[in-house]
């Protein structure tokens, strides 16, 4: 009797889901319209904008203290001159939704996600930035190869689409970042540099870049890039994520994350 009933409710079920192939992967209802995305409306309207009370002007580190900012509102990093970037701009808090969709996008390999996620990233861009073209942050090419998709070049496509800003490919990874885990901060900082070259013969003369990536989690790597750029010529470098790693909470909070350099 059980088997028989549980067959019979598995049956209709079956037959959905050969037409409406999945459930969301966020919170496990079932799509109720066949779509391209296989996350529900109410998940990918989920992740709110980061919400601090003090955040450096530059970078946008929340602190929990306005101790942690100088009278011009930037962090100590910023005011050494040590970031690199002139400014860094992202949408929400790498947590809950808007974590696990980056980790179905970057993961499971949902490229259509980068679109929405794209979206979402240009709601924490202010409209009074000037900027002339759009770079990524690259990815190792055999670990690019292995994946299939760079997360980072997805999300510059949809940008410069969504803005008319043209995309350059101006840096490669020169090598496989060695394990960020248990260095200190120089030593993250000097491990990032060493990994990045600007692409031969790129000449940005005065050109503002917007350095796009998935998620901002110590900087070390936007840091990289955007020295990088300087170097070549840019005059300005802002960096566009779509979340940021939200330090002030408490470290058992912290999720344990893929590897990912
Ligand atoms: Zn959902
Ligand atoms: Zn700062």
């Known amino acids: 009797m059980g088997l028989l009933a549980s067959a019979e409710t598995q049956f209709p079920r079956n037959l959905l889901t050969a037409i409406f192939p999945e459930d969301c992967r966020v919170c496990g209802d079932p799509l109720t319209e066949f779509q391209s995305i296989p996350v529900c409306a109410r998940c990918l309207s989920a992740p709110r904008p980061f919400l601090a009370d003090y955040a450096c002007h ?7 203290h306005e101790s942690s900012l100088d009278d011009d509102g930037c962090c100590r990093l910023c005011r050494g001159g040590r970031r690199g970037f002139d400014a860094c701009f992202a949408y929400g808090d790498y947590s809950g939704e808007l974590r696990q969709l980056i980790h179905i996008l970057k993961y499971e390999g949902v490229a259509s996600l980068a679109k929405p996620l794209a979206s979402l990233m240009l709601r924490g861009l202010p409209r009074d930035v000037a900027l002339d073209a759009v ?77 796009v990536d998935d998620v901002f989690t110590t900087g070390a790597t936007a840091m990289a890039c955007a020295r990088l750029l300087k170097q070549g010529g840019a005059s300005y470098v802002a960096v566009l994520t779509i979340a940021r790693v939200d330090r002030r909470a408490p470290a058992p909070l912290y999720q344990a994350e893929p590897r990912d350099d």
Do not use: D
Not at 135 to 156: D, S
């Open 58 to 64: 530059r970078c946008g580190t929340p602190f929990l």
């Open 135 to 211: 770079a990524a942050v690259p990815m190792h090419w055999w670990k690019r190869y292995r994946r299939g998709f760079n997360q980072a070049e997805l999300l510059a496509t949809e940008v410069s689409r969504a803005t008319g800003l043209p995309r350059l490919s101006l840096l490669r990874r020169a090598r496989w970042m060695a394990a960020q885990a248990g260095l200190g901060s120089a030593e993250r900082r000097r491990n990032a540099t060493a990994a990045f070259s600007l692409m031969p013969r790129r000449t940005l003369s005065g050109r503002r870049i917007l350095l």
